[in-house]
């Protein structure tokens, strides 16, 4: 934790900054960031002490400055755009009324400038900025502060700014502080000798512990001040580590822990180790699997492995060293398995480290460029150079390849079911990792803009990130004859598909009550009710997915719901595409929302100055919008559903002897051109070689025919043929994957049915292709993925409905009925429920 913080002021001495980058940031006014020249290892916050555009600082963090001080007008224009991480705020005490809630939630620190050390005020201020660094700057700085200052405003939770004019590594005066005195006001020992416990850590070595020592005030003064690790010995005094032995330390930071009764010292250890015993660490040695231990075997090996060996090869061969490290990067590409990505990572890793160490290059400097890196707030495309972007089949690891020939067979993997252990056939039912922390990480600052400002947040976000420039996100019927004008082809194919859904789905909706007499004189009913408000997301911008607007709108239509929002993205010129305006039309949609991502998921679930709040939210996307989803309906304020959890789109195929290849090629082709994540599976029931050849042939025929070629061809590299010897082996198979879309190409696929227990939607015999339910045969195409078909339903009428019951109970139901209750409610303790019964039977 840091003690006090130092600004720079005027040409501060060498030395004295040395010691102050060891014991934690420094601050340093934005005219001077050029000219201080600080240690490599320094931690530096750059304050702004005039005007400077938003692009001059982002370039002070892009150049390292772990964060930049604004003004309160800078920092508006910044918040939003530069991390909340790399912001404090600079402020006065009479700024503070002016601090809205979208400042200080949109930094991680505030500076206050004061004119004095009024503690009550600044607990008062801590509270206030909760969860944010408090820094206090008075305005009187003639006078260096006490020891007990320092304190009392760590205790009002503040960190005092210190301007270098008052620090000295002198002794303290009445005009100045020694370093060592400030950076040690708060520390306290239980230890009657009033030793400070202190830990040294390894800079080098990723903090590996070297040993436990104690320290005083005396010996951190010395290292503080020297750079050089100086302990305090039980025995013999002060002890300046390897001043006899020739082992020294160069001290790179001093650190105060928690509770401010121990240190920890990270050094960089020279000569034969830090214990007594010549060994690099008090605890044994480091484990030979660490990267650590191999970086010194290497750097040894550069010196002294014998001619011949591999290691001196691939030093003295840099072609040779090459190609190992492409052939290992190649292969770590290409690996499936969670032990097989370990076991060519480990590989890459190590060819990497050997080139590195001969180049002279260590793990610290790989570090040290990884964290100036991570700094950097300006960040490039991140787009592969042209000779790496063709997608790599993965099957099993071959040599290198840098472009693949166009001509190379579309293949997908196969396995026997029987053959495969318990640990396969596990593998076989997995999909992909969906990292949905990472997602809803990215997510919630989205969310958190468009719940805080609206409207305001929501144009911004749709110019940043569909290229839209609005006025207004929001379109209301009727909508503009224009903007429905179809082609007369097209508007006939979803009138007829519009007409087919509504009747399947009007045909699921629930419109009478259910009634039952559990007992005489006691009757229990449900009956269905709309859900008032319903927002449909449908992904657009360069797409047109008139589809997903019916298969969302129509049963919302049915359902009766009064309020229907469509969101969907729109295209640069800020219009809607026609087809999904003209299905808005025809379901009757209230409200057409002008934005896409987890900005539309946002609006949706809080409501704007113009977009209307919903009860729940339907429709796919992304992964941007699937984690605002789930983001949304975790959150009490939204008080909002979905309708399920998303994955990628997924198809399983079972398949027989009577099956015609080019159906089924066609089938598992449809669902890979979807997206490189698409899951296919083709089940093959008996099938001879000859037969699942003129399967695979076909594949690759269609697929080399198809313009999404290189989508489709990383999709099905990535999918499996599993060789079952009977249907109900398939089928058994097949619900315990559960897919989003079961197709049965099967002799008497119908009589199969019955047995499917886990599918989101099913396509009985050769001339039912996933496309007619996709579009226009009348059931729904939004549908669980990810295995979720064990647990849920596809999107039907009865997700726009919800349930209640009722229950009327006479007299007589009473009589006969309220004992028991009155039984019940005793033995659960609750008298007050029993007393409902009991005071009704007397009157009775």
Not at 309 to 332: C, G, H, N, Q, V
């Amino acid at each position: 934790m840091s003690v006090f913080l130092p600004l720079l002021e005027d040409a501060a001495d060498e030395a004295l900054l040395q010691a102050l980058a060891r014991i934690g940031p420094v601050i340093v006014p934005a005219s001077q960031a050029n000219a201080v020249h600080l240690p490599e290892h320094a931690t530096r916050y750059v304050l702004l002490d005039r005007d400077f555009s938003l692009d001059e600082v982002t370039s002070f963090l892009d150049q390292g400055a772990e964060k930049v001080i604004l003004p309160l007008g800078q920092a508006k224009d910044a918040i939003g755009i530069l991390p909340a991480d790399r912001l404090v705020l600079l402020i006065d005490v009479g700024s503070v009324s002016a601090v809205s809630d979208r400042i200080r939630n949109g930094v991680s620190g505030v500076l206050i400038k004061t004119p004095a050390l009024d503690l009550d005020f600044v607990a008062s201020f801590s509270r206030f900025f909760a969860g944010s660094a408090v820094h206090v700057l008075p305005a009187t700085t003639s006078t260096p502060p006490s020891q007990s200052s320092i304190r009392g405003l760590l205790s009002a939770g503040a960190i005092l700014v210190l301007p270098t004019t008052l620090l000295t590594l002198s002794a303290s005066t009445d005009r100045h502080i020694n370093v060592a005195d400030a950076f040690l006001s708060p520390i306290s020992s239980d230890r009657p000798d009033g030793l400070i416990p202190t830990v040294v850590s390894s800079h080098a070595e990723g903090g590996r512990s070297l040993g436990l020592v104690y320290s005083s005030a005396q010996s951190i003064s010395a290292s503080i001040a020297t750079g050089k690790g100086v302990y305090q010995s039980r025995k013999h005094g002060l002890w300046r580590k390897g001043e006899t032995s020739g082992a020294t330390q160069d001290v790179i930071s001093i650190r105060l822990d928690c509770d401010s009764d121990s240190l920890e010292f990270s050094v960089i250890q020279h000569g034969a180790g830090f214990c007594h015993l010549d060994r690099s660490s008090c605890f044994g040695e480091t484990e030979t699997t660490s990267l650590f231990a191999l970086e010194k075997t290497l750097q040894s090996r550069l010196s002294s492995a014998p001619e011949g060996s591999y290691t001196r090869r691939l030093f003295d061969d840099p072609d040779l060293l090459r190609a190992k490290i492409m052939e290992e990067a190649d292969e770590l590409c290409r690996a499936q398995t969670k032990e097989e990505i370990a076991f060519e990572a480990a590989d890459l890793l190590y060819f990497a480290l050997t080139r590195c160490v001969a180049a002279g290059v260590s793990i610290a400097d790989i570090e040290r460029s990884l964290d100036r890196k991570a700094k950097k707030v300006t960040r490039r495309a991140g787009n592969a150079k042209p000779q790496w972007t063709k997608p790599a089949s993965s099957a099993k690891p071959k040599p290198v390849q840098a472009v693949i020939d166009p001509d190379t067979p579309i293949r997908m993997r196969s396995y026997e079911l029987a053959a495969v252990s318990v640990d396969e056939r596990a593998q076989l039912l997995r999909r992909p990792v969906l990292k949905y922390n990472e997602m809803l990480a990215k997510v919630k600052p989205i969310v958190d803009d468009v719940r805080i400002r609206g409207d305001a947040a929501l144009l911004e976000l749709t110019a940043k990130f569909d290229k839209a420039q609005l006025t207004s996100t929001v379109l209301r019927p009727p909508f503009p004859p224009e903007s429905i004008q179809l082609d007369p082809t097209v508007r006939d194919a979803i009138d007829v598909a519009y007409a087919n859904i509504h009747k399947f789905h009007a045909a699921q909706a629930e419109q009478g009550t259910m009634s039952v007499e559990t007992m005489p004189g006691v009757v229990c009913a449900r009956f269905a009710r709309p859900i008032a408000r319903v927002g449909l997301y449908v992904p657009g911008g360069t797409a047109i997915l008139p589809s997903t607007a019916l298969m969302l709108g129509i049963p919302a239509q049915v359902a009766g719901c009064k309020e229907v929002v469509i969101a969907t993205p729109p295209r640069q010129d800020g219009s809607i595409s026609p087809e999904v305006m003209y299905v808005a039309y025809l379901v009757g949609a209230s409200a057409i929302l002008k934005a896409g991502g987890a900005q539309a998921v946002a609006a949706l679930a809080y409501g704007t100055q113009s977009v209307p709040k919903v009860d729940k939210i339907f429709g796919p996307g992304n992964q941007w919008v699937t984690a605002a989803k789930m983001l949304v309906q975790n959150d009490t304020d939204a008080l909002v559903s979905i309708d399920m959890p998303a994955g990628p789109s997924e198809v399983l195929v079972i398949a027989d002897h009577t099956c015609n290849p080019a159906f089924v090629a066609a089938d598992l082709l449809s669902q890979a051109e979807h997206g490189v994540d698409s899951q296919v599976v083709l089940v093959a029931v008996n099938l001879s070689d000859g037969e699942l050849s003129a399967i695979e042939a076909e594949l690759d025929a269609q697929a080399h025919a198809l313009p999404r070629v290189d989508i489709v061809r990383e999709s099905i590299s990535k999918s499996n043929i599993v060789k079952a010897q009977s249907v109900d082996e398939a089928i058994k198979f097949s619900n315990d994957y559960a897919p989003e879309h079961l197709i049965l190409h099967l002799e008497n696929a119908s009589k199969v049915v019955p047995l499917v227990e886990n599918a989101g939607s099913v396509f009985v015999g050769p001339y039912s292709p996933e496309s007619c339910g996709d579009y226009a045969s009348g059931t729904n195409h939004t549908l669980p993925t990810n295995g979720y078909a064990r647990q849920f339903s596809g999107v039907n009428t009865l997700s726009f409905q919800k349930h209640i019951t009722s229950q009327e109970v006479t007299a007589d139901g009473l009589r006969g009925l309220g004992p028991v209750v009155a039984t019940l409610a005793d033995c659960e303790g609750l008298q007050a429920h029993a007393n409902a019964v009991r005071v009704r039977l007397r009157a009775l």
